[in-house]
């Protein structure tokens, strides 16, 4: 019975071909447009949270309590010393501790002096030294540099200063005297954000040290190969670096503009999905209610023949289910192909508003996604075809078969 049921149902949509194509087309196109809408922003946050953990924060961060909230304004006091060999053990092999050391000054070349944000680091392990930062002439810091300078675009335009330039740095020392240093500008590097390369300045962490002369760090950045670790690894490291006197904190709870900009995105998307959802319903309940009036005579004749309302309820929502899945199925067909050319086109996009490096567009259709829309999608189908399943299930025989269409 239920085979036959099925049969039926497939025979049904294929007499009414037309109507059939047309709410299976528009199935199909708002599953490509929700897997579109949601795989791009997916790639285009995958990118960006990658930066900013590689650039800004690391998977985990070990500072002096307090640093966050008052750190910045005294950085002589929240100096720390490098985490111990017991607390490092706790960390999976493959992670990797980048010490960071923050300083503030004046950079002068020529006659131009401007004040600058200096950032301390190892170019060995630091993504800041690397891959973080687009190069925009000139060499990156050697990852046994002890000398040199990266400095970001827009300061670099201001001080009039090229790859290969001579610069120095005027500081405050933690027992308060002047220091300056000569040091070479060996490239020009630039930041996910206009602003801070307008004063970023970027050195090894020894050269920072000795100008500041002091020791320590204020941040060490700790770096996963994988990411799905994150909670297991600061579960284990929390109680040894309270026990040593650091504070734990992980990428997500210091990136508030991540946060802000996702959740934005992420409104921005529920619309989408609610209007492409409203669209099917709409869409697929007008199919199935003209299905309904033109097949009126032919549900009362069923019916006379003993067929039961709720078999005749049961035989409308098999149709929509089963035109809702091949909707689904050719949407995602289409979504695919459309990934997989746009990768293979790789759009440069344009930087964001307040950003100054722009970022290839991708498009991520995990099975999480897929499945998520598909089941959306479909039972948004579905959905659609009860109430004109429920109207021809309750028709009134005799008035049925008086009707000719």
């Known amino acids: 019975m239920r085979g036959l049921t099925v049969f039926l149902a497939l025979r049904n949509l294929r007499r009414q071909l037309r109507r059939s194509l ?14 579109l809408a949601e795989g791009y922003s997916a790639g285009m946050f995958s990118a960006f949270r990658e930066s900013t953990i590689r650039a800004q924060y690391g998977h985990l961060q070990l500072t002096a309590p307090g640093f966050h909230e008052r750190g910045r304004s005294n950085l002589h006091a929240h100096l720390m010393p490098a ?28 006659d131009t002096t401007l004040p600058f944000s200096g950032l301390g680091l190892d170019p060995a392990v630091d993504a800041q030294g690397g891959s973080a930062l687009r190069l ?32 120095v740095l005027l500081v405050t020392t933690a027992d308060e005297q002047l220091n300056a240093r000569e040091t070479t500008v ?3 590097a630039a930041s996910s954000s206009a602003a801070i390369d307008d004063a970023l300045l970027v050195t090894p962490a020894g050269v920072a040290r000795e100008l500041m002369r002091s020791e320590g760090s204020h941040q060490y950045l700790i770096y996963l190969s994988d990411g799905d670790e994150l909670e297991a690894v600061q579960a284990r490291l929390a109680a040894v670096a309270q026990t040593e006197g650091f504070e734990l904190r992980d990428w997500w709870s210091l990136a508030d503009f991540y946060r802000r900009a996702e959740q934005l995105f992420r409104q921005q998307l529920t619309v989408v999905v609610a209007i492409v959802t409203a669209i099917l319903l709409l869409s697929i309940s007008n199919t199935m209610m003209m299905t309904v009036l033109e097949r009126t005579r032919e549900i009362g004749t069923v019916m006379a023949l003993g067929a039961r309302p709720s078999r005749v309820l049961r035989g409308f929502v098999l149709e929509g289910a089963m035109l809702g899945l091949l909707g689904v199925l050719l949407g995602i067909t289409l979504a695919w192909v459309l990934s997989l050319g746009l990768d293979a086109l790789a759009l440069q996009m344009p930087p964001p508003p307040g950003f100054s490096v722009g970022y290839t567009a991708s498009i991520e259709l995990g099975p999480p996604l897929l499945l998520r829309v598909a089941l959306l999608s479909w039972g948004a189908t579905v959905l659609a075809c009860l109430w004109p399943a429920w109207r021809a299930s309750r028709l009134e025989i005799v008035d049925a078969l008086r009707v000719v269409r």
């Open 136 to 167: 925009v002439s000139g060499e990156r810091l050697a990852a046994n540099a002890a000398e040199g300078v990266l400095v970001g675009q827009g300061l670099a335009k201001r001080l009039g200063v090229q790859a290969g330039d001579a610069i």
């Open 186 to 188: 060996t490239g020009i």
């Open 83 to 110: 985490p111990s060999a017991s607390l490092q053990a706790v960390l999976p092999d493959d992670a990797v501790v980048a010490p960071r050391y923050l300083f503030v000054g004046l950079a002068s070349a020529g």
């Open 22 to 35: 047309s709410a299976l087309l528009t199935i199909a196109i708002g599953v490509t447009a929700l897997l």
